[in-house]
């Protein structure tokens, strides 16, 4: 899988440091705060889909696996 929570994160605070420009014009704000809400939306969406995702490997490995709990590839950490 391409894209990780590190990913979005990094996503997210790209937005943030746009939404705090403080040389935007009124029109260019309110399009970045448009974008940004979109953002939110996306990365709610993520964040759920990998809550679901971790619950079901949490219950694989407590009743399946025999407790050896591998995270989805949605929730690894960035590759060295």
């Known amino acids: 899988m391409k ?3 590190t990913d979005l ?3 997210l605070f790209s937005q943030l440091e746009r939404l705090a420009d403080e040389d935007l014009t009124d029109e260019q ?3 970045e705060v448009k974008r940004a809400d ?3 939306d996306v990365a709610g ?3 759920k889909t990998g809550e679901l995702a971790l619950r079901a490997a949490e219950l694989r490995a ?9 995270l989805p590839p949605l929730l690894e950490g960035p590759r060295s």
Request: negative net charge.
């Open 9 to 11: 994160n990094d996503h």
């Open 62 to 70: 407590e009743h399946h696996d025999g407790g050896d709990l591998k």
């Open 45 to 47: 969406t993520v964040l």
């Open 38 to 40: 979109a953002m939110v």
């Open 29 to 31: 704000l309110a399009k």
């Open 3 to 5: 894209n990780k929570l």
